[in-house]
């Protein structure tokens, strides 16, 4: 038995304009139409014995977290919120130190949320061996039999055989060039570093006190002066951020004697670029890859990602095309990895489309921004079954709302009652008010705002059945 550790803070910038701050690429079904990354994850340990998964996210991502967990069954998941990112060796040590509250000092399988192995069997042999390496006190990582030179990874040196299976870690090597890489290929005996990593929760906190003490003291004085909300466990965000920065490896594993890698060949890829989602995909005899309605004509070597409307392409090859409601994406293949330098400049733009798409997801349900104006904005809002919005006012709008389809119960002022379909209320400015499915179908409705201001942030919570009266 092991506790599953997934970590999914990160932001994915390359996979823009899919993968956005708030709604990043382990949260997205990026492969398979039917399950996001985080879920795959999570599916891929079937048949395997071992514990709830422990999930550690931004605090940002609580609800998308918590949702998808749902769907799995696992409603009873902990969640451990990061208030800010320090790296993968303090979010794995309040993993640790979360589990050895919980259980009898676990083996824990560290993975990351948004990676892809297509040879299930392959990983799961690779865990048996890891875990017997684990139980006996190594700090084990997975080691990818590479396929090609790959510029784009850290590498792992294979030293002399430890154990079944398993092989000491000679050294650590950063991101190469073409040129190294291919040495490294070539010399055979070096492997891609995945993020992967499998020991007891004690002998990585005995490392890392070791090598970076200030990390497990944090973490512990975090953890200790947090509170479980629901089941998120959240720290203390004031402690929490004096914690050091620092990976894993930077951290432990190019630190202690006890490293020791297993060697894994399952198709994996950590889905990093636009580039990567196209070699990892079944391409066609042209060698494109195409996702939803799209026609091309003498096109070749390409990605086409269509959301939300037709893609055609004509005299083309080597070209990543992904639409989205509010932005389209146009790159060279081999190009993909400047993608960030364009979110880079959204951000100096302080537009809001390197943050969120169109469509944005709550605990309660989505709302589509569908058109807007200078004193208008008109959305469409979702509200699942027995959901409610916060009780709340607006300094500088007033809403109209028309209900399209199932019941509201509208509280507005001191009044409270019910909103069918082709009715429709009004909100003044100021009005302290909130909106709450009732019923046993989705509500869905049209809101019309107007006013000076606009903005999100333009929300005064007064109580909210998701603990978001702070954000």
Known sequence: MFLPVIMAGG?????????????PKQFLPLVDADMTMLQATIERLDGLEHAVPLLICNENHRFLAAEQLRQLGLEDANIILEPVG??????????????????????LLVLAADHLIQDVGAFHQSIAKAQVLAEAGKLVTFAITPTHPETGYGYLQMGSPVGEGGFKVNRFVEKPDLKTAEQYLSHGGYFWNSGMFMFRASRYLQELERFQPKIVSVCREALAGGKQDMHFTRVDSSIFVTSPDDSIDYAVMEKTSDAVMVPLDAGWSDIGSWSALWEAGEKNSEGNLFKGDVLSENTSGSYVHATHRLVTTVGVRDIIIVETKDAVLVAHRDQVQDVKKIVDQLKGCKRQEYANHREVYRPWGVYDSIDNGERYQVKRITVKPGEKLSVQMHHHRAE????VSGTARVTNGEKTYLVTENQSTYIPIGQIHALENPGMIPLELIEVQS????????IVRFEDIYGRLKG
Do not use: K
Request: charged share 20%; aromatic share 6%.
């Open 451 to 458: 006013g000076s201001y606009l903005g999100e942030d333009d």
């Open 400 to 403: 109209h709302w028309i209900v």
């Open 86 to 107: 320090r790296n993968t060796a303090p979010a794995i040590a309040l993993a640790a130190l979360q589990a050895l509250t919980e259980q009898e000092d676990p083996i």
């Open 11 to 23: 932001s994915g910038t390359r996979l823009w304009p899919l993968s956005r701050q708030l709604n």
